[in-house]
């Protein structure tokens, strides 16, 4: 199972830090990832991390503002969100199971956090 949250309403230039807590099998080292889907949008790749946190992969609309971080102690990946646009207002996303862009990969899916940036 996971849970995400963290999301609210940011001015643009600003951060916000997406937390995903996973339990049960989606738990112990599991690569998990973020998914967006804006306002009359098809859901879109953010970004995955694998199990061990050695490897990261973004979408280019993201890459060099976002971090994907893990801490496998707590079962939890983070998606710290700097510079924030009004186009990264979306309902944000946490899947697990699976390391890549294809979200018809992952098995296992959060709620969704909000995140809306105004300009």
């Known amino acids: 199972q996971l849970q995400a949250f963290g999301g609210g309403l940011v001015q643009a230039g600003g951060s916000l830090r997406l937390s995903c807590a996973a339990s049960?099998?989606?738990?112990?080292?599991?690569?998990m990832g973020w998914f967006r889907q804006g306002p009359g949008k098809e859901r879109e790749f953010v970004g995955c991390?694998?199990?061990?946190?050695?490897?990261?992969m973004y979408a280019d609309s993201v890459k060099g503002r976002f971090t994907i971080s893990r801490d496998n102690v707590k079962n939890t990946v983070y998606l710290q969100m700097n510079s924030l646009k009004p186009e990264d207002t979306a309902v944000y996303y946490c899947?697990?199971?699976?390391?890549?862009?294809?979200?018809?990969?992952?098995?296992?899916w959060g709620q969704g956090t909000q995140v809306t940036v105004s300009s």
């Open positions: 899947a697990a199971g699976y390391y890549g862009s294809n979200s018809d990969g992952y098995r296992s």
């Open positions: 991390i694998s199990g061990n946190g050695m490897g990261i």
């Open positions: 049960g099998r989606d738990a112990y080292r599991t690569p």
